[in-house]
């Protein structure tokens, strides 16, 4: 994982309603070791929750979390989110 936060990121995190224009759950931070990874994901409802692998969501239960994204599963159909560009 890394410590960086891309520019475009950091631009829009501090951009007033940027993330209010979502039809989805949004992955919104990445943090953590690789053996424990942990992710930031932002509701529809606007609540930010905080997960690690196993945890259950709005979307799906977390089934994977690497350096860029996160894998949401509900029932046989998986959903990858990586960080809004």
Not at 24 to 44: C, Y
Not at 52 to 78: C, F, H, N, W, Y
């Amino acid at each position: 994982m890394t410590t960086k936060t891309p520019a475009a990121v950091a631009a829009k995190a501090t951009t007033p309603g940027v993330l209010k224009h979502r039809s989805r759950i949004v992955l919104i931070g990445l943090m953590g070791t690789p053996a424990q990874p942990t992710a930031l994901l932002m509701t529809l409802s606007g609540r930010t929750l905080k997960v690690r692998l196993g945890d259950s969501t709005p979307a799906g239960r977390v089934v994977g979390i690497d350096g860029e994204s996160i894998v949401l599963q509900s029932g046989k159909k998986q959903v990858r989110l990586t960080m809004p560009n």
